[in-house]
Every structure is written in structure tokens, then in C-alpha cells.
């Protein structure tokens, strides 16, 4: 038991050491954040935590525009509203996220986990999705204008009156994927076989 509790504040630490690299943030802010993993309409701009363990964190509303948070893991969060503009998010597993009305514009999501992500009316304009994963992620009325989603994986996402003008989607996979106009995509689910019993994902 001790050293599970020596890794959880050797953890603590680093993540503190981290953040503290960064410049744009409110003192006040970040520690309210690390200490609880919640602050509400926060100012967190620029905070670096990469690799950081966020999961079930709350912060609707709060402003992350710049961060860095790369292959962190903020499975079950809630973003609602916030801000995340030209945040550095790739690989970062946003599983299950809650992420309604959040701004992603211009941030790199290149490879980002967002299976069953609540992106709805989220403006992803200009931003990085190459590869990322929307499993039954759902971004109805979402603005992804501009937005790269090379190679993204659609198998049964909602794109429901989203705004695609511009949007790059070669390779992407579309499988019982509802397009903005509400029609059902399944061009790709020769490409899908097992995501409907739930393997692997």
C-alpha cells in the first residue's frame, strides 16, 4: 500500500512540475485543479500536462487554449463549453469525454481516442483529426470546417447537421456513420468487421 501511495504523489509532483513550465495560466487556477481535479471556468491556457492522468476530471467551461496534453488520459472528463484552441491533444484517450459546446479550433487530435465522446454543436474547425477515433462519438450540429479527418475511424458516429464544408476525409471509415443530412454512410463497413460485437473498442 505504501508504494502504490508513493507513486500517486511521485505522480502528483511531476504533473505539478510540469504545469509549472508553463507561462499563461492562473496560479490560483492550476492549484485548484490538481488539487481536485476541478475548477470551473478556470484559466489553464498553456498548462503542460503531457502524458497526464486526467481521467473524471471536470472543467467545464474553463480555458485550455494552447495547452499541452498529449497521450493524456481524460477517459469520463467533462470539458463542457471549455476551451481547447491549438491544444496539443494527440494521442490523448478522450473516452466517454464530455465535450458539448467545447472549442477545438485549430488543435491537434492527430490519433486521439474519442469513442462515445459528446461532441455536440463543438466547433473542431481547421483542427488535426488524422486518424482519430470516433466510435459512436457524437458531433451533431458540430462545425468541423476545414477540418482534417484522414483516416478517422466513423463506425457509427453522428454527424447530424454537422458542417463538413471543406473537410478533408480521405481514408477515413464510414460504417453505419449518420452524415450531416441524416442519411446512413456505410461505405466502409467492409473495413469494420468485429466493431459491431464490440472488439477491441
Known sequence: MEAIELKRVFAFVVLLFQASLASAWETDDLN????????????????????????????TGSDFTGARLYYGVLIGADLTGATLDKAD????????????????????LKGAILSGAQLQGANLDGANLGGIDLYRADLSGASLVSANLGMAFLYEANLAGADLTGARLEGAILCKTVMPDETIDNSGCDLTSGADRGESR
Open 89 to 108: 491533444l494527440r494521442g490523448a484517450n478522450l473516452f466517454f469525454a464530455k465535450l458539448q459546446g467545447a472549442s477545438f479550433i485549430g488543435t491537434d
Open 32 to 59: 485548484r485543479f490538481l488539487g481536485s481535479l476541478s475548477c470551473k471556468d478556470c484559466d489553464l491556457s498553456g498548462v503542460n500536462f503531457i502524458k497526464a492522468d486526467l481521467r473524471a476530471a471536470s472543467a
